[in-house]
């Protein structure tokens, strides 16, 4: 089944821009879709097919996409970013439509 | 608004079943803009997708053989049935609902709940 790797952990000071990967073969073939999960809490929907923001959700965060690499770019990182990331593919050519990422851990220093 | 909100027991015996209910406030569970599906997360771990239901249901192969997802339409609710657990099944369970453009986001969830698997 398809499968997709996340960065464990990453950092960012207040102020500057996050970029949070997730890769994968041909992933450019496929819906991305992102989450920001904060402790204690359920996980929220930030980007659905690849770049689009439901309401609500601010336009810090964005979404790209490559043919190996999708990206959540988290512009002017504020504290209350701090929370743990998963991407999701939607991959309907095989038996696993839901696949998500082991998800990064966002530290803001 | 649409809101789901899990109920079961916390605590489950090795070998026997998992069963949990996810309540639909906002919206109808037979309505035909959603797949409803439940997810979970072993403690400190990542996102596990168990299978959804849209008239007919969809598993992740790796649990189908021990998974039920079913719709009561007169409580507006679902719910998960997963057999044989063991230790490997505690986790955090979420109801989720994904739209029926078969994009599979998810888009509401629910707290979630835990469920321990005891010996």
């Known amino acids: 089944s398809y499968a997709v790797t996340q960065p464990p952990s990453l950092s960012a000071a207040p102020g500057e821009t996050a970029r949070i990967t997730c890769g994968g073969n041909?992933?450019?073939?496929?819906?991305v879709h992102w989450y920001l999960q904060r402790p204690g809490q359920a996980p929220v929907l930030l980007i659905y097919n690849v770049n689009n923001r439901p309401s609500g959700i601010p336009e810090r965060f964005s979404g790209s996409i490559s043919w190996s690499t999708a990206t959540l770019t988290v512009s002017t990182v504020e504290a209350g970013d701090e929370a743990a990331y998963f991407c999701q593919v939607s991959d309907t050519t095989g038996d696993l439509p839901v696949v998500f990422g082991g998800g990064t851990q966002l530290t803001v220093l | 608004q649409l809101q789901l909100q899990e109920s079961g027991p916390g605590l489950v015996t090795a070998s026997e079943t998992l069963s949990l209910t996810c309540n639909v406030s906002?919206?109808?569970?037979?309505?035909?803009?959603?797949?409803w599906g439940w997810i979970r997360q072993s403690p400190g771990k990542g996102l596990e997708w168990i299978g959804s239901?849209?008239?007919?249901?969809y598993y992740n192969p790796s649990l189908r053989s021990r998974v039920t997802i079913s719709v009561d339409t007169y409580k507006n609710q679902f719910s998960l049935k997963l057999s044989s657990v063991t230790a490997a099944d505690t986790a955090i369970y979420y109801c989720?609902?994904?739209?029926?453009?078969?994009?599979?986001?998810?888009?509401?969830w629910g707290r979630g709940t835990l469920v321990t698997v005891s010996s």
């Open positions: 989720a609902n994904s739209y029926s453009n078969g994009y599979w986001y998810f888009g509401h």
């Open positions: 239901i849209y008239g007919k249901m």
């Open positions: 041909n992933i450019r073939t496929r819906r």
């Open positions: 906002g919206d109808s569970v037979s309505s035909t803009d959603y797949y």
